[in-house]
């Protein structure tokens, strides 16, 4: 997968803010999808991580607490930034340094998330902002959400960069970048997919570190 075939779609309010797309047939864990959406120069790249927190900052005022960003998908830079950007704004930060903290969950080999007993200071009655990188059908983020929740924590919102949903549970998910951004995008249950019934090979299997290609 030469950079070549991707297609960059610039963020509407910041066009340094650059969404890569590449057409195929791609499996995720719980579906399949007609475009691999790659992040990775936005969450490892400083100024596209800057532009990115910008943008996801707009969405929370000062009346929103947020004692701690809690970044999924290898979104810790990201979080740093928008971290820098609420505290700008005037967030408030209940916990004990009045500082925001920016984090990530452990994963077990089951895909279970946890919390580590020194890490549970920063989650457990703190006020939670879910960091995600992308969305696609809800599954991942819903067990974020029991994740967090089993801990006692106190979740205040939740962007990512890309969502195809808008809203899991009572949780609405913001985001810069929405299917209808994407030409094309199109994500289906794996066993309703179009690309399976007609025998398409798939191109790669994606997950939130980014894309194995299979041909």
């Known amino acids: 997968m030469g950079s070549e075939q ?4 610039p963020a509407k309010l910041d066009s340094r803010v650059l969404l890569r797309a590449i057409s ?8 399949h999808i007609t ?32 004692d701690t960003i809690l970044c999924m998908d290898g979104m810790e830079v990201v979080g740093t930034y928008l971290a820098e950007e609420l505290t700008k704004v005037g967030v408030l930060s209940y916990n004990a340094h009045k500082s925001l903290y920016v ?3 452990e994963y077990l080999p089951n895909g279970q998330i946890i919390f580590r007993d020194n890490m549970k200071m920063a989650i457990t009655r703190k006020n939670i902002l879910i960091l995600m990188g992308s969305v696609t059908t809800g599954k991942t983020f819903r067990q974020v959400l029991n994740s967090v929740r089993y801990y006692e924590g106190n979740i205040t919102g939740a962007c990512a960069v890309f969502s195809a949903v808008e809203q ?13 951004d994407v030409s094309g995008y199109e ?3 794996p066993e309703e997919c179009p690309y399976c019934r007609q025998h398409v090979p798939i191109s790669g299997i994606v997950n939130g570190f980014g894309v194995s290609a299979l041909n």
């Open 35 to 66: 475009r691999y959406l790659d992040i990775m120069a936005m969450k490892s790249r400083c100024n596209e991580a800057r532009g990115a927190a910008e943008l996801l900052s707009r969405w929370y005022e000062s009346t929103i607490p947020v």
């Open 103 to 105: 984090m990530s969950p």
């Open 168 to 180: 899991v549970q009572d949780i609405q998910i913001h985001s810069i970048f929405q299917p209808s």
């Open 6 to 9: 991707y297609i960059k779609i």
């Open 24 to 31: 195929g047939h791609f499996a995720t864990s719980q579906s």
């Open 187 to 189: 994500s289906y249950k």
